[in-house]
């Protein structure tokens, strides 16, 4: 678990100080909860969210709206000259569609994520907690606090503890791991038999 990582970059959770700014005409949540993110619904920009990385990567439009609001987005967040930085992360979010409590597709800066970072999903989870917001008006709130955050890739689950004043006061992940290889598909790859192996 990852304590005091709101305003990791940023220096405060909301930089703007607010959980909606409207940028170039979509509505955005700010966010720096270990990562900054810039998170905007999907329908706004007249899709899905289920749409294939590919098909992401190929729509000129698209990223360049991105990339238009990335660069309002930077002196709001405070982060400076962004233009060769991967931050803010611009994060389109969409209802869950395998049960988890939101689906995102996650940019940095020009292309579409496999998946989506450890703190950008803690940045994320958080942002759902946050009212009036985009995350958090299609967002399916979790009772135990465990935020499954659907990507392209599957999911990543995002644990955050609340204090008595109902803030955020500790966020974690619970990391898996995927499949890399299979050596025994890999060309020249020999079997040894550690029984029969030269000493």
Known sequence: MFEDCAGSMCGALPPTGNALDAIAGVDCTLIDNGKPCAVMQAADFGLRGDETR???DADAELMARLEDIRRVARPMTGLGDVADKSVPKMTRVSA???GGALAT????PH???ASIGVFAAISVATACTLAPAPAAALAQLPEDGHFRI???GGSAEVLLELDAQGEISRAGTIRTTRKLCD???TPGFVQVDR???PA
Request: hydrophobic letters at 25%.
């Open 111 to 113: 292309r579409c994520h």
């Open 105 to 108: 597709r996650s940019f940095s």
């Open 195 to 197: 029984d029969r192996a």
């Open 96 to 98: 869950p569609r395998a």
């Open 54 to 56: 590919d098909v992401l």
């Open 183 to 185: 050596l025994q598909e």
């Open 150 to 152: 659907e990507h392209p």
